[in-house]
């Protein structure tokens, strides 16, 4: 079975540019998360999405961060325009259950970003 | 709001020493409970799991973790290290009915062999 898949897997960019990552979940899985991972601590819920979705995007920053999953399967996270305090590691999950419930979530590689 | 708390930063072992991860979660409700592990440059995989039944529960590898829910606590442990458990520990909460997960700080590893 293909894991998640994401890219690019490393991106250098200055602040005040933009930036956009894709993550391809397990194919069939309902549910797409993506994580903030800073240096030294443990991933954030930036967003989530059932389907096409958006069940909790409340730690979004949404003034210059934006998701979306069109078609309710690839997903793209953009930045735009990035800060120092962006530089991360964004980690895409996805788990198979639509429903409440059990939940075992699939990680990708992660996308090492860095704001120069 | 949940929160997670995992009070060893980094932890270095001899091999064939026995490990135990401190885990404690903030949340008053019913919850589930994981550990995942990155071992150095591959990506975050479960390792164990915890919903409902039996509070000792067995993951792959030799490890397991002990709930404690009148403690909030969810303790990794093994009885015997090896040198390729070298890795990162994160213990994670869903409160159930959510499923977006909160994790700790996360617990470096180190053993030597």
């Known amino acids: 079975e293909a894991g998640v898949a994401q890219s690019p897997r490393y991106k250098i960019i200055e602040k005040r540019q933009s930036v956009a990552f894709w993550c391809n979940p397990i194919?069939?899985?309902?549910?797409l998360y993506w994580y903030q991972q800073i240096l030294g601590q443990g991933p954030k819920l930036l967003i989530q999405?059932?389907?096409?979705?958006?069940?909790?995007d409340s730690q979004l920053p949404k003034d210059r961060f934006s998701a979306e999953r069109l078609k309710g399967v690839d997903s793209t996270l953009k930045i735009q325009p990035a800060k120092l305090e962006d530089s991360a590691v964004y980690l895409c999950?996805?788990?198979?259950?639509?429903?409440?419930?059990?939940?075992?979530?699939?990680f990708g590689p992660g996308t090492r970003l860095t704001v120069l | 709001a949940q929160s997670v708390s995992q009070h060893n930063h980094h932890v270095i072992l001899s091999e064939a020493a026995s490990l135990e991860l401190g885990c404690n979660y903030s949340y008053g409700g019913t919850v589930n409970l994981f550990w995942y592990v990155q071992y150095p440059g591959q990506h975050l995989q479960l390792l164990l799991k915890y919903f409902s039944g039996d509070p000792l529960v067995k993951g792959i590898k030799g490890f397991e973790a002990e709930f404690i829910k009148s403690k909030f606590s969810f303790n990794l442990r093994k009885p015997s290290v090896q040198w390729s458990d070298t890795a990162e520990y994160f213990c994670?909460?869903?409160?159930?009915?959510?499923?977006?997960?909160?994790f700790g700080s996360g617990t470096r590893l180190q053993v030597q062999p």
């Open positions: 994670a909460v869903n409160a159930a009915g959510r499923r977006a997960l909160t």
């Open positions: 999405f059932q389907n096409n979705g958006v069940v909790d």
């Open positions: 999950a996805s788990s198979l259950e639509a429903g409440t419930g059990i939940n075992e979530q699939f």
């Open positions: 194919s069939g899985h309902a549910t």
